[in-house]
């Protein structure tokens, strides 16, 4: 195991073009998931676990982990399966995301793989528990699921995401009429979150689930001869994507004539200090870590009256 967790504090420092790195692991049985090694902060053995009264029956007990008290989620539990994971011989793998830092149970951790975000797809329709999955792919002709924490996480530990009083008043609102926000996002939720924050400013919206659509959407509108950066007061987009991530989408943006005006501002789970450099390197005009109503709000009402000005 301490080659993993070597091998996940190495490779979280590291940035490909339109590519990832998967923690591959195990619930029960053999089908095999996926977890963004951005998100990994440690992946250990099930530690001794404290159970919480009255806590969320998917939430095992809290750890001690380098001195942070750490809540342990049941990912098995939390997706809908019937029996809890034994605590022996599981591991728990420590997440840091949405500016929290959280542990999953896990029955088994495999192995890091590294792949190209054109390889990873959204789930086809219909398929088993695809309430909680953000993408597919395959890895040795297995098929890899990857699944959404962030959703996990929010129906876990629900979060208030409206914005508070004041931010918005009937001034931005009317200021707003008539703007249009491009939202690309893989995630129901963040979706979700987005929706209600950017209609309450009064907005009108065009929601695309990846890099790839909306790249592809955008390249649409050249060819019937509109140009995105006067349609749009700005593009909002998530970073971890199936088959374009947000980096790149940023990227191709920029290196498009026609496009490069567009005003990008990028808004992602993942944390760490490299997010901005990144931010930088492909041209992004703003970046914002989730989910900050509030701050996302005050970030576009300020985009709308620079419009203005």
């Known amino acids: 195991m301490a080659s993993i967790m070597d091998s996940v504090n190495q490779r979280t420092q590291l940035v490909g073009q339109n590519r990832l790195e998967l923690l591959l692991f195990r619930l029960a049985g053999a089908q095999l998931y996926g977890i963004n090694v951005f998100k990994v902060r440690e992946v250990l053995p099930c530690p001794q676990l404290t159970a919480l009264p009255h806590a969320n029956p998917v939430v095992r007990g809290v750890a001690s982990v380098r001195g942070m008290t750490v809540s342990i989620i049941d990912l098995a539990l939390a997706t809908g399966r019937l029996e809890k994971t034994s605590l022996e011989n599981s591991f728990v793998i420590i997440t840091e995301y949405n500016n929290g830092v959280q542990g999953f149970l896990v029955g088994g951790v495999e192995r890091i793989v ?7 797809l959204p789930p086809p329709p219909g398929s088993g528990h695809d309430h909680y999955l953000t993408a597919v792919t395959r890895v040795d002709e297995q098929l890899v699921e990857i699944i959404d924490v962030e959703k996990v996480f929010a129906q876990v530990v629900p979060s208030d995401t409206g914005v508070s009083e ?8 009317s200021g707003a009429v008539g703007h249009k926000i491009m939202v690309v996002d893989d995630s129901s939720v963040a979706r979700k979150q987005l929706r209600r924050v950017l209609e309450d400013i009064g907005v009108e919206l065009v929601v695309l689930n990846d890099g790839r659509a909306a790249y592809n959407h955008l390249h649409g509108m050249l060819a019937e001869g509109i140009k995105p950066s006067e349609e749009f007061a700005m593009l909002i987009s998530d970073i971890e994507m199936p088959e374009m991530d947000g980096y790149t989408l940023t990227a191709e943006v920029r290196a ?3 496009l490069k005006d567009l005003y990008v501002m990028l808004h992602t789970s993942l944390s760490g200090v490299f997010n901005q450099a990144m931010v930088e390197k492909v041209g992004a005009n703003e970046f914002l870590a ?8 005050e970030k ?3 985009r709308l009256r620079s419009l203005h000005s």
């Open 166 to 173: 004041g931010v918005i008043d009937e001034q931005v609102r």
């Open 114 to 120: 590294n792949l190209n975000w054109s390889e990873v």
């Open 290 to 297: 989730k989910f900050k109503p509030d701050e996302l709000a």
């Open 256 to 258: 498009n004539p026609e």
């Open 300 to 302: 576009v009402i300020n």
